[in-house]
């Protein structure tokens, strides 16, 4: 074992997050963290947990990791403690090892052996007389601890317990000793022996090999150790004695190798001391802390908030300078006094709300911040170094009264009352659990009664109640949340690391009442267990989460999973919302998928559109919500009998655990060791976790105690969104399809939505029960993730990407659905879902140069009739080319053509995006070619059939720069149509540029442009398109509208146009939809600055003539404050445009834009109803 605590994951060349960058702002409020470091006295003890400070270096527990959680651990490595910059110090000088062994200090009842050279054993019974004057059967107990050595070399001897102490001569100057020898250093006789109680001055550790559990103590409802158990009784023998002789192995650290040597001087060093060891662990644990947090430091024993060196360093953002301070701080700590934790936990909260005594800066920048202190201790809270005259210092509120009852209401959840039972006046006041429940409670920063709204920056009001709820923490107001930890030491209740999701034991009995917490009374320096209960109450009361640790890899875990917590709950409270994705209308329905992060879970809802409007009916007058069905509701009660398939040898089989073959169970087994709950875990717990049957049980909807607790089954559906399948509504001329289309007339309509999950879902349109869901093959091994505790901070994409249905002809026709897994994985997937409720498996497509899979799949003809599916090598594929993937037999996955194109290397990848074809004849559907950018600002034209030069390869049609040069990322498909000017028709390809895959895209400012350039079907290119005569038009603001310019444009000598979206971070990253003369834009500005704001940013929203780039006719741009555009529905009455706030508009188009035409040119198509 080695201690050590941190890690951290190396980014891909193209920055793509793993968490929705709808709700991402790219410079999140950092939270504050204040550290309270324990300096009182007892933190220089040498043992863990406090029933080991009973021990005596006479006894085997003293200095064994058995029974002492600080003693020298031959098994673990100890990590050396770290600077600031992370950099360990040095090892720790060995010189003081040289040093031999001493019994001359043994001189208590020290006296001569009879004989004149002594003889050895190494181990076991001795007996030998020993000379002395007026000896009594006193001199030496039963069971003492004594040592026998060579008066001429004291580094000569033998230690061991008393078994008898006898035969007294009638003279009295002679008797018989009897020892159980438990270690020796000599190997011959020892001459001139002595004879003394006491053991030498010797650096020594004994190895357990005994079978009792490590540190495995025992406690009374009182909270003390029992003293009878086999347990206790081996730790607490004297060496050699009966209980523990056979149990231990003695080791001479001057006997180890020089490399054991050093890590023993390492834990001497830095570890064999409580406050050694808090000083090494912390260092350690915020070595990975960085400038996203906000640190500060105090110490118990300090009775202020005005800045001093090693007692308080204010909270600031925890950059090089301020992390060196941290350490200093911490580096130069002592020990001494009391432990006042209430005045600690007080002063915290005052600090926070700018009412501390002697304080000088505030640490509130934000409304929204949120608050941490993480209290590190040793013991219970005493009253000892408490002040109750100014400053005052102990369980004190924001008015200098003292803080009284605060946890008795019968309103509170059971596991916070106190005594009380929330009925009876029975519980405690001021106690700790008191002081941490009123400084979560109580508003921190009240403009009536604090008037204390002015925070760190200049003109921020910090005092609207905006805190983002995250998990239990449903506070909205500025509060204080809590973590505490104990050194290993015992209340009355008995604590599981697992506690918040126990089943049984004492917390669980908490929270169903059938316990409550006992009572602490205030003591100057005494504590008891019932103050070390207090401490675990009081995160409970405010929040936090309490550990209990007693060896120094258990007291790094603690730390550094209270600093996870925090980053977790910093990372989805600063985005956390409910949002609303991608709409599809059909039947007059329109579905809405939704996430809510931070939970990461998800649900699909059907909702009616007005007959009349086309409006979407969402709420009521009365805010009631109208979705006519949810699907996460329908879920709920689903575990078992649902239908969930696997991919086994090309055919859709179970998620079953027990019919799985050993290559698929290992998908699902022992993954506890990759949970960051499973150090905390019991053994019979890990077991459970690591058991393949409980995490399938979990994946299919099953709630497993050792596992993350969900809200819901159906997980966030964010890039994936729902696609409606009713029956065939193509035109298609094709030979039996109009036999087909009346079959499949009558088919029940089905809503597909991928999840993340781990699932693509199918739901029946009309009441939202789950048909099926299928788990593709590329995601199945990191299933696991779902599972983890802490997965609200460690999102993953699964099944991420949008999906396409279409009829095709393959033999016979068909009705197929294609999708991608996004961020989530490189794969696609095709399945035939002709009878909806009885879904095949196809094929799942993935190549070494196929990159992570966002693009819709484009399905279309050739010229010889058979039907293809076309994917783009989409992001961080394996050389960084970008390529187009033919799949010519749709039904096997099989005879595929790769055409690629001339950029991208693994260190720049092109990360060709989704691709448009170009459709001459819709009922007809041949693809003449097709289009498509990549990330380095390249349009592509592909040929398949040999009609355009380069023959059956790509041609770099065009290239997008700004001004300067700079390249312009394309993440959308091209629109593609035609121009007609006067009859003259010009074929035209239109595209916006921009990206949002990654969190540095939030804050990246690049100019960004939509341009519209025609395309004569050459072999040659036209090169950066602001070389060419193409026309710029200008976007002109007037507050929220925008206007363009309408310069005319002529096809026949101009390339076409374009217009640069004028605000700082304006990109296209959401496809536009071309209709007629109109193509629809909505471009966004991601929310870039720390703000309260979730995150969403801002959008507008253009409809622009094609045959210029200026507005259609009666049209301006309009701007959507407060969130994003995440997707574009058309329906007959106009456009349903999806924001990022929840918001689903209509917006309305007016007759003479021509929008509802249909396209000249189309790319795929989604089924919609007859």
Not at 305 to 317: E, I, R, Y
Not at 677 to 689: E, R
Not at 966 to 977: H, L, S
Request: charged share 15%; net charge neutral; hydrophobic share 35%.
């Amino acid at each position: 074992m080695t201690v050590l605590y941190c890690a951290r994951l190396a980014a891909a060349t193209t920055d793509i997050s793993q968490n929705p960058l709808i709700t991402a702002s790219g410079t999140p409020v950092k939270p504050n963290v204040l550290f309270i470091l324990d300096d009182s006295g007892s933190m220089s003890d040498d043992s863990l947990p406090e029933a080991a400070t009973a021990y005596s270096q006479n006894q085997y527990g003293y200095q064994s990791s058995q029974c002492n959680g600080l003693a020298y651990n031959p098994a673990t490595t100890y990590s050396l403690r770290l600077t600031s910059t992370g950099a360990p110090v040095a090892n720790a000088s060995t010189a003081f090892l040289s040093t031999k062994p001493d019994a001359g200090t043994v001189a208590s009842s020290a006296r001569y052996l009879a004989a004149a050279s002594q003889p050895v054993v190494s181990s076991g019974a001795l007996s030998f007389l020993v000379n002395g004057n007026n000896l009594k059967t006193s001199n030496y107990s039963v069971g003492s601890v004594v040592t026998i050595y060579s008066s001429t070399d004291t580094s000569k001897f033998m230690v061991g317990s008393v078994t008898s102490w006898g035969g007294i001569n009638a003279a009295k100057t002679q008797a018989t000793m009897s020892v159980n020898v438990a270690l020796s250093t000599a190997t011959s006789s020892l001459p001139s022996a002595i004879v003394g109680v006491g053991v030498p001055s010797m650096y020594i550790y004994y190895a357990y090999k005994g079978a009792q559990p490590p540190l495995g103590y025992t406690y009374d409802a009182a909270g003390t150790p029992i003293k009878t158990t086999p347990y206790y009784k081996e730790c607490a023998s004297g060496l050699g004695g009966v209980d523990g002789f056979g149990a231990f192995t003695p080791t001479l650290v001057s006997s180890l190798a020089a490399d054991k040597q050093q890590n023993y001087a390492n834990w001497y060093t830095y570890y064999r001391t409580r406050i050694q060891m808090m000083k090494t662990v912390v260092s350690q644990a915020f070595k990975d802390i960085d400038d996203n947090f906000r640190v500060g430091y105090t110490k118990i024993s300090y009775q202020s908030a005005k800045p001093a060196a090693n007692a308080f360093l204010p909270v600031k953002d925890f950059d090089a300078t301020h992390k060196k301070d941290f350490y200093d701080y911490l580096d130069g700590a002592s020990t001494g006094g009391s432990t006042p934790l209430r005045g600690a936990v007080s002063n915290a909260g005052r600090y926070f709300a700018h009412k501390a005594s002697g304080q000088t800066d505030d640490p509130i920048q934000y409304s929204c911040q949120r608050n941490f202190a993480i209290l590190a201790t040793d013991g219970g809270w005493n009253t000892g170094s408490e002040s109750t005259s100014a400053p005052l210092y102990g369980p004190y509120d924001l008015f200098d009264k003292e803080v009284g009852q605060q946890d008795g209401s019968a309103s509170l959840p059971k596991e916070m009352r106190d005594a009380s039972d929330g009925a009876t006046n029975l519980g405690s006041s001021n106690s700790l659990a008191d002081v941490a429940m009123y400084f979560y409670s109580t508003d921190l920063r009240d403009k009536n009664n604090l008037n204390n709204c002015s925070g760190a920056l200049p003109g921020v009001d910090v005092c609207e109640n905006n805190v983002p709820v995250a998990g239990k923490d449903a506070a909205n107001w500025q509060h204080l949340t809590l973590f505490t930890l104990s050194l290993g030491q015992n209340g009355t209740l008995t604590y599981d690391p697992n506690y918040e999701n126990q089943i049984t034991g004492d917390f669980a009995a908490l929270k169903n009442g059938g316990k409550r917490w006992p009572t602490p009374v205030a003591a100057t320096t005494a504590t008891s267990a019932a103050h070390v209960d207090d401490l675990w109450h009081a995160a409970v009361n405010a929040r936090g989460v309490y550990f209990n640790a007693a060896d120094p890899a258990q007291v790094g875990l603690g730390i550094t999973t209270a600093l996870k917590k925090i980053e977790a709950v910093s990372a989805s409270g600063a985005a956390a919302a409910t949002s609303t994705l991608r709409p599809v209308a059909g039947n007059n329905q329109v579905f809405i998928a939704q996430f809510t992060s931070e939970l990461w879970i998800g649900d699909l809802r059907a909702y009616r559109l007005d007959p009349g409007t086309g409006d979407p009916l969402i709420v009521d007058a009365a805010n009631k919500d109208l979705a006519e069905w949810s699907a996460a509701t329908m879920l709920k009660n689903r575990v078992g009998s649902r239908n969930i398939y696997i991919n086994r040898s090309g055919s859709l089989q179970p998620l079953d655990f027990a019919t799985m073959t050993a290559a698929e169970q290992a998908d699902f087994s022992g993954k506890c060791n990759l949970l960051s709950q499973c150090a905390g875990l019991s053994a019979a717990d890990k077991t459970a976790a690591d058991n393949g049957a409980n995490m399938v049980n979990f994946l299919r909807g099953g709630d497993v105690s050792v596992y993350r607790v969900r809200e819901a089954k159906l997980g966030d559906i964010v890039g994936s969104g729902p696609l409606f399948v009713g029956g065939p509504a193509a035109s298609f001329i094709d030979p039996g399809y109009d036999a087909y289309k009346k079959a499949q007339a009558d088919r029940a309509p089905v809503v597909y939505a991928g999840a993340n999950d781990g699932m693509m879902h199918a739901f029946n349109a009309k009441t939202g029960e789950e048909l099926w869901a299928f788990v593709p093959t590329a995601v199945r091994s990191n299933l696991y993730r779902l599972a983890d505790t802490a997965y609200h901070s460690n999102h993953r994409f699964f099944v991420d990407a949008p999906a396409v249905a279409a009829d095709v002809f393959d033999g016979s026709w068909k009705t197929l659905l294609i999708f991608g897994l996004g961020a989530g994985g490189k794969s696609y997937v095709a399945m035939d879902v002709t009878k909806p409720t009885e879904p095949k498996l196809l094929w799942e497509f993935t190549d070494p140069n196929l990159g992570y899979t966002f693009a819709r799949p484009t399905l279309a003809k050739r010229t010889n009739g058979s039907w293809v599916a076309v994917l783009p090598s989409g992001y961080n594929n394996a050389d960084g080319v970008g390529r187009m993937f033919v799949i010519n037999d749709i039904s096997s996955g099989k005879n595929v053509t790769t055409i690629a194109t001339t950029a991208g290397t693994p260190s720049s990848p092109s990360g060709l995006g989704p691709i448009r074809a170009w459709v001459d004849q819709p009922n007809d559907y041949t693809a003449a070619r097709y289009y498509a950018g990549d990330l380095l600002g390249n349009v592509w034209r592909f040929d398949i059939d040999g009609l355009l030069e380069p023959k059956n390869g790509a041609l770099l049609l065009a290239k997008l720069a700004d001004a300067d040069g700079n390249p312009q990322p394309i993440t959308t498909a091209p629109e593609v149509g035609v121009i007609d000017q006067k009859g003259f028709l010009t074929a035209a390809v239109f595209v916006g540029t921009g990206r949002l895959l990654g969190l540095s895209d939030v804050t990246d400012k690049a100019q960004q442009s939509i341009y519209g350039f025609k395309e004569s079907l050459a072999g040659t290119g036209l090169g950066n398109l602001r070389n060419t005569p193409i026309v710029k038009q200008d976007l002109i603001t007037d507050g929220s509208l925008r206007k363009a310019s309408a310069k005319p444009v002529d096809w026949s000598l101009s390339t076409g146009w374009f217009v640069d979206l004028p605000d700082a971070g304006e990109r296209i990253n959401v496809n536009m939809q071309l209709s007629g003369s109109t193509l629809l834009a909505g471009s966004n500005v991601p929310q870039s600055v720390a703000s309260c704001n979730t995150g969403n940013g801002y959008s507008w929203l253009y409809y622009l003539n094609i045959a210029n780039g200026s507005n259609i006719a009666g049209s301006v741009g309009i701007k959507m404050p407060d969130s994003m555009i995440v997707g574009f529905s058309r329906t007959s009455r106009g456009v349903l445009v999806q924001r990022s706030n929840q918001r689903l508009e209509n917006k309305k188009v007016p007759s003479n834009m021509k929008f509802l035409q249909k396209a000249n040119k189309t790319t795929w198509r989604e089924l919609t109803p007859r």
